[in-house]
Structure formats: structure tokens, C-alpha cells
């Protein structure tokens, strides 16, 4: 019986690979005059930001029919943007450097709110909290901070640092309380607290991980890595579900669909390929770029696809392609809690 199911999931997985999903290519949103190396949605759709090596951010608002409409550009960086992102509440926008640096800006405004020149190397992530009060940081120099947004005006605002013993290359907030999820140079993902002691460590790698996602429902952790490999994690049990192999050279991002049915994936020597979380095997490989691919995410609606490259030419960009997808709604549990006596 058991080699019976080892075959069925074989053919399964065959069948998946040969009658793989088709994203279509639509545009490349030009301006940038150098390679671009991040790229972020707003969680309602409504706002994109793509930077780059041009030392800027660019903004788009994104209208009913999917239209992106360039609004501003953020700089004053000295060096390559290498992170973006948007604030939930739709406020701010916060940029991450090779300078050492990290800006927010005000997003209807354009408006510099503050700069950080608290680390010592290239500031590798930059987000918020889901409430939009805190603002996280990480950075090469083995550090990350926890900044109060409504803090950053003041001259030196006051931050918890978190210190590790190596190179942080990703950071995102773990599922448990007071816990931050990261990506390091020796080869593992790791829990640490704010006072730097590890909970957790989700080793496998063989090689430095350079990315990390956690799946919306915070069950999941996705890792990449310069070994060639995804990797995706219970992040209760510590347990590996799936190794996904298929990349031919190094990981550069990670990200999880809105409704965490998918992930999707990019590639130093240019690919970019869509997972199935749950059957763990490749359901699209979008054409190969000519060169490195940097970034690659999901518009909130799952309806796009943004992926940041160093594709060079007369247009430098993110590049937008459409997905035959569409964010599943979950169904909210029918069971009726019982009355309390």
C-alpha cells in the first residue's frame, strides 16, 4: 500500500509540473536609472514601491482596473535601497541602504521624518508592526531594533536592540509573543527575544540564509538560502515539512501568498518560481530573466505578481505580470460556541 501511495503522489506531482500555472507578463514600471533591488505592496492593494540602485524609492498608487500611476519619489540615500516597505496604516514609507541608513518618510507628503544612522553596516529589513506603532529593523552588523514610530521625531529616539552573533539578513516577527524570527549568515533561521537569548533554531541549510517569510495564519516559516533551497517549517513543532529544490544558484527572497496557498521565489541567476505550500512541489516558472532577480512578491488580491531585477537596457524597473489566481476568503468556522452558564 505504501509504495501505491508513493506512486499516486509521483504522478500527482508530474501532472503539477507539466501543466504549470501561466503568469503573462504586463509591464515594466520604468524610472529607476539603475538596477532595482526591493519591491512592496500596501496590505490593501492600493500603494507599490520599488527601490533600487539609483539610491530611490519610487511610488505608485494602484487604481480599481489595476492601472499604476507613478505619484513621487523618496531619496536621499547614498547608497543602494535594498528593502522598502509600506506601513498598514498607509502613513509612511520606510527605506533600508548599503549606507548604513534607514528613512521614514510621510506617504501622502513625500516628507522626511526621520533618518537612522544607528547601525554600523548595511541595514538589511525594515517593517512594521501589524498595528503600524513599531518600526523593526535589522542589519549586517548582527543587530536589530524596535523603534516607537511615534518616537522618530524626537533627535535620538530611544530603540531596544537586539544583538546576535552573526549577520542578520532578514527579520520578521514571530507568531509568539515578545520574539523575532531571523535570517543569519551561519546557515540557520533562529527565535531570539529582545535580550538576545534564542528560543528556537530551524537548522538545515548548508550555506548562509539569506531571506525568510512567515505565513499569514503564523504557522509556517519559509527560509532561503545560497545552498539552492527553500525550506518550509512548522514554526510550533520546529519541524521541516518540505525542502523545495529547483533554483540554480542563490535565494534572494521569500514571500508567501495573501491566503498562503502559495510562495513565491527569486533567484540570484534570474528565476522566479511559484510553490504550493501545501503539496510542496514547483506550479509555475515564470520565463528566466536576464539576470539577477532580487525580490518577488504577490499584490494583496494575488491578481500580481511584482519582482524586482537587475535587468538591464533602456528601462530599468519592476516588472509586473498578471497571475491566474485570486486571494481565497477562509471559511469562518460554523460551530457555535456554547452558551456560558
Known sequence: ??????????????????????????????????????????????????????????????????????????????????????????RYVATSSKDYTFSVYELETGKLRFTSRDHKKAVTQVFFDPSSQFLITASEDGTARVYRVQDLEQVNPKSLELKYDSKINGAQLSPRKGKFLIATDDSKAVEIDINGKISARFAGHTARVGCLDVSHNRRILATGSDDKTIKLWDIKTRKLRYTLEGHGWKVTSVHFSADDRYLISSCNNGEVKIWDVKLGNEVSDLPKLGTNARQAMFSPDMKRIAVATFQSGSKFGPIIYQTPYEKQLRKKSSKKRPNKK
Open 1 to 90: 500500500m505504501k509504495t501505491v501511495c508513493t506512486i499516486l503522489l509521483s504522478f500527482l506531482s508530474v501532472i503539477s509540473i507539466c501543466a504549470q500555472d501561466t503568469m503573462v507578463y504586463k509591464k515594466v514600471l520604468s524610472g529607476h536609472s539603475g538596477p532595482v533591488e526591493a519591491v512592496s505592496f500596501s496590505n490593501d492593494g492600493h500603494y507599490f514601491a520599488s527601490g533600487g540602485w539609483d539610491n530611490s524609492v519610487r511610488l505608485y498608487s494602484i487604481d480599481s482596473t489595476q492601472q499604476f500611476e507613478y505619484l513621487r519619489t523618496f531619496s536621499g540615500h547614498h547608497a543602494a535601497v535594498i528593502c522598502v516597505t509600506i506601513s498598514p496604516d498607509n
